[in-house]
């Protein structure tokens, strides 16, 4: 089992930027793909960002203003948002995935992650 705890959260203005942490624990973190997926008001579940074991391997929805990061000796991933806007408002979630298989198609999958952390709220004011 694997448990994630999201936090960076808040109410924030247009152009700001935010950084959200997910701190993880109960299995190896390090042999985990950590994923961020968002959630906004009255829409799905989706995609925003994805690293694998090997920090090199990484994957966005939208790369710029998105940056994704992971501390393995902290057992922490990261979500840096830069220049917000008013529709990155969402509950942001973390999810981690046992599978040691990358492929940008797997890991931008819901169904393809084990865990998931209760969420963020994210709030953009314009």
């Known amino acids: 089992q694997v448990q994630l705890v999201e936090s960076g959260g808040g109410l924030v203005q247009a152009g700001d930027s935010l950084r959200l942490s997910c701190t993880a624990s109960?299995?190896?973190?390090?042999?985990?793909?950590m994923g961020w997926f968002r959630q906004a008001p009255g829409k799905e579940r989706e995609f925003v960002a994805a690293?694998?074991?090997?920090?090199?391997n990484l994957h966005y929805k939208d790369p710029g203003r998105f940056t994704i990061s992971r501390d393995n000796a902290k057992n922490t991933v990261y979500l840096q948002i830069n220049t917000l806007k008013p529709e990155d408002t969402a509950v942001y979630y973390c999810?981690?995935?046992?599978?040691?298989?990358?492929?940008?198609?797997?890991?931008?999958?819901?169904?393809?992650?084990?865990?998931w952390g209760q969420g963020t709220q994210v709030t953009v004011s314009s």
């Open positions: 999810a981690a995935n046992r599978s040691p298989n990358w492929t940008r198609l797997r890991v931008s999958t819901i169904q393809e992650y084990d865990y």
């Open positions: 690293i694998g074991r090997n920090t090199n």
């Open positions: 109960g299995r190896t973190f390090s042999n985990l793909i």
